[in-house]
């Protein structure tokens, strides 16, 4: 293979190196181009474009395989636990057991949040929508931990921040749930395990006793490991870019955790169980919904299905499918809505239109059946996925950072008025 490649423009000849990857991904590197010949590249929503180099997950969409640092993520989900999946998308080595212990000790030891966030807590309404409230007290941590504005901290600074956030996230998240049924909060406790921890703050009452349940427990890492981490996906592009402008880790994570919660992108976990519950009252005829989505007349998609870049099955998808009827097995849950959801995934996968178009169940189309069972609220099934995704978002915006990756900035082709005249009002 060349290792150039050649463009010929207006006449002239352009050559580009071509970049392979370790796992033989091909770009051409057209970083000069503009320079060199005036002309730009054109790709809405990116979706042939390379924004960085970067070593942390492999995604091959066409095959189905998903590896964090290497590793396959089947193995991860039935072997880790989330907080040994952060310190690896982070650090880039599983840890030893030393590491580990160090590591998860130091989170315990700061999931303790600011009395004052409270009274910012305390602001919000009870129909606050706890995405919202999530994406306001990360950035707020700002004010709590001015350092962390700082570009120029140093290695260990960041690994302060770093452990901070991953600790004090779980704390706002399952606050943020209390303020929506305007409960009483729950304080962190250092004895338990980092998703035993965020359970007992989601679900503990004064007047009752709250045993952690270890089904729920081990669903949880496993529902959080998946999410992890995915490339540079919207929310992760997102926290890149905001951290190219030097902006601190919080205010990154932030706008990450305000990507995602689109219903296009993590917000689709809540739209799912909507749309299911939706079917359900409608008298459960998926045949109906699937001729919706098919309908280019109408604005109906089938939530939790296909993906930017998974074009023959999601390898999440696959785990939590399985992981879906386990936990409610173990719990003896019955629920009408994962036959409805087997239900439409049958027919769609055997219908044209979704076999023509490489579309299958995503990662949200099983995770709100069992955020469910767990006693989890639709409206926060979005935080969920950023708990998982946070170590996702760290890992990405300490590589940006230690590659130390120029300011995100695209151009356009600028397609509006030529220039005029201004008009006084008058005259218009
Ligand atoms: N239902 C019906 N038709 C669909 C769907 C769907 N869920 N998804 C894509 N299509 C059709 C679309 O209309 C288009 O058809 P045509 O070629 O005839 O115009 C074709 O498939 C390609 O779709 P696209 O919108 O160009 O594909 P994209 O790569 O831009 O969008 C997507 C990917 C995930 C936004 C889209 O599939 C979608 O909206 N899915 C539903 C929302 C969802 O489940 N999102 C969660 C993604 S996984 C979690 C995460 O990582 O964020």
């Known amino acids: 293979m060349s290792d150039f490649a050649e463009f010929i423009l207006e006449g002239k000849s352009y050559k580009y190196p071509i970049v392979v990857g370790t796992e033989d991904e091909k770009a051409i590197d057209i970083s000069t181009l503009r320079a060199d010949s005036g002309f730009i590249t054109l790709d809405p929503g990116y ?15 066409e095959q189905g395989i998903l590896r964090y640092r290497g590793y396959p993520i089947e193995q991860l989900a039935a072997n880790s636990s989330f907080i040994e999946v952060a310190f690896l998308l982070i650090y880039g080595t599983l840890p ?40 306001a007290l990360v950035s707020s941590l700002t004010a709590f931990y001015p350092e962390s504005l700082n570009p120029n901290q140093s290695k260990e600074e960041v690994d302060l921040s770093i452990v901070r956030l991953i600790a004090k996230i779980s704390t706002i998240a399952a606050w943020s749930y209390k303020n ?25 009452f004064p007047t009752e006793n709250y045993e952690v349940n270890p089904v729920v427990v081990d669903t949880l890492n496993k529902l959080l490991i998946l999410h992890a981490d995915h490339e540079q996906n919207c929310s992760t592009s ?47 005829d998926s045949k109906k919904f699937i001729a919706k989505a098919k309908d280019k007349n109408d604005p109906f998609r089938l939530m939790g299905f296909g993906h930017r870049v998974y074009k023959n099955f999601d390898p999440r998808a696959k785990i939590i499918k399985k992981a879906a009827d386990d936990v409610l097995t173990a719990l003896g849950i019955k629920d009408p809505i994962l036959d409805i959801a087997k239900e439409l995934e049958a027919a769609a996968l055997t219908d044209q239109y979704f076999i023509d178009r490489k579309l299958y169940p995503n990662v949200d189309f099983y995770s709100g059946i069992i955020y ?20 996702g978002w ?10 130390k990756e120029p300011i995100g900035r695209p151009r356009q082709v600028y397609v509006g008025e030529t220039e005029r005249d201004y008009v006084p009002i008058e005259n218009r």
């Open 96 to 135: 030893t057991q030393q590491e580990l212990d160090e590591f998860s000790n130091k989170i315990t030891l700061h999931t303790l949040v600011n009395e004052d966030m409270r009274k910012i807590l305390d602001g919000f309404p009870s129909t606050a929508h706890p995405m919202g409230i999530l994406a």
């Open 47 to 61: 979706k042939n474009t390379g924004a960085t180099k970067s070593a942390i997950t492999f995604l091959d969409g």
């Open 372 to 391: 469910r069972a767990l006693g989890i609220p639709t409206d926060m099934f979005t935080v969920m996925f950023a708990l998982g995704r946070l170590p």
């Open 238 to 284: 997102t926290v890149r870019l905001v951290g190219s402008a030097n902006a601190s880790l919080y205010s990154s994570v932030s706008a990450g955790i305000s990507a995602l919660w689109g219903p296009l992108h993590g917000g689709a976990n809540q739209a799912v169980i909507e749309m299911l519950e939706e079917i359900k009252k409608d008298g459960g």
């Open 180 to 204: 929506s049924v305007g409960h009483p909060v729950n304080y962190p406790k250092n004895n338990l395990d980092y998703c035993s921890n965020f359970l007992q703050m989601m679900f503990a």
């Open 394 to 403: 760290v890992a990405q915006w300490k590589e940006m950072r230690e590659n």
